[in-house]
């Protein structure tokens, strides 16, 4: 079981001192069966007034600060140790009602995942319809997994990813009429195309890792966008388009949600001049930690240590 810090550093730059208003920070990694926190760390610069922690409607771990001082940067540095246990698709156990698609949800499922499977976007020439659908049979023999493992892996195959630092999600119909985009258009293109098919979806924002040398992955260097679906038998199952992983494997998951716009990982107000702002530098870097460091007699215990820049 691999054990991994993460080392997440976000500056904003200012050409003069701006007032800061609240800002959101989700960066802190979630706690689950498949990947164990054994430390996290939140520093803030400047320090905040106000510092208090949340769980949002999806469970997603939220720290709010609240600032009193003028500033001409903003640093924020998370920091975090975990414990990861990586599932290949070779795990996903889909009970036999619906190995082959299509198929229904059960009545106990299915009116907690109507909002997952409602559909985000406009389609009026049904062109994201047609494209969902070119990855189903039409005999009847359309086996679930390997459906949406050809629908992830044709996004990686067919589609340029392309860093973009800006704000903001193209709309699956930019991303299929371009032909590229970032690890973030690519989930919303997945999501929205199995919606298409009834599929209930949600968003994941967090941390890509190369496993292994010989696995290349792509969207390292910064948080990382995939795809969560709903299969009975198994739950939610991982789908990453943009590196066609299915599984957990090389992903750490942070913030899960419906949308891409309730899972920033950073996210706030600003004061000043219009030309103030001189931009933002993200840094990400996730390595294999020093097992010395963390016994096993801590091993599935949470030892979570929450500091501000004083280290209080």
């Known amino acids: 079981m691999p054990l991994l810090t993460i080392h997440h550093v976000t500056t904003y730059r200012y050409r003069q001192p701006v007032f800061l208003g609240e800002h959101r920070i989700m960066m802190r990694p979630r706690e689950a069966f498949d ?5 996290a760390r939140l520093e803030i610069a400047p320090e905040p007034c106000e510092l208090r922690w949340l769980h949002d409607v999806f469970g997603n771990s939220v720290a709010v600060a609240v600032f009193d001082r003028r500033t001409d940067s903003l640093i924020v540095t998370s920091e975090a140790t975990l414990e990861h246990a990586p599932l290949g698709q070779g795990q996903v156990d889909v ?46 023999t359309t086996g679930t ?48 195309a199995v919606r298409a098919l009834g599929f209930a979806a949600r968003f994941v924002s967090g941390y890509v890792y190369n496993p292994s040398p010989s696995e290349g992955v792509v ?21 990453d388009p943009t590196n066609g992983i299915i599984g957990n494997r090389g992903l ?39 097992s010395s460091q963390y016994p096993s007699s801590v091993h599935g215990a949470i030892n979570s240590r929450l500091a501000g820049p004083s280290g209080k």
């Open 95 to 140: 009970e036999p009602y619906a190995r082959l698609f299509p198929f229904t949800y059960s009545s106990e499922d299915m009116p907690d995942l109507l909002r997952s499977i409602e559909r985000q976007y406009h389609d009026p020439g049904r062109v994201l319809d047609n494209w969902a659908r070119t990855f189903v049979k039409n005999d009847g």
């Open 145 to 192: 997994i390997p459906m949406l493992t050809q629908m992830a892996t044709s996004v990686r195959r067919d589609f340029t990813y392309v860093p973009r630092h800006e704000k903001g999600t193209q709309s699956p119909l930019e991303t299929l009429t371009k032909r590229q985009g970032t690890c973030r258009d690519f989930a919303v293109l997945m999501i929205e």
């Open 219 to 239: 969207g390292g260097g910064n948080t990382h966008a995939w795809v969560r679906i709903f299969l009975p038998g198994s739950g939610w199952v991982e789908f």
């Open 252 to 290: 750490i998951r942070v913030a899960v949600a419906r949308d891409a716009y309730q899972a920033l990982p950073l996210s706030g107000t600003w004061f000043g001049f219009p030309a103030s702002f001189l931009g933002m530098d993200i840094t990400v870097d996730v390595h294999r930690a020093d």
């Open 35 to 39: 990947q164990h926190l054994l430390s």
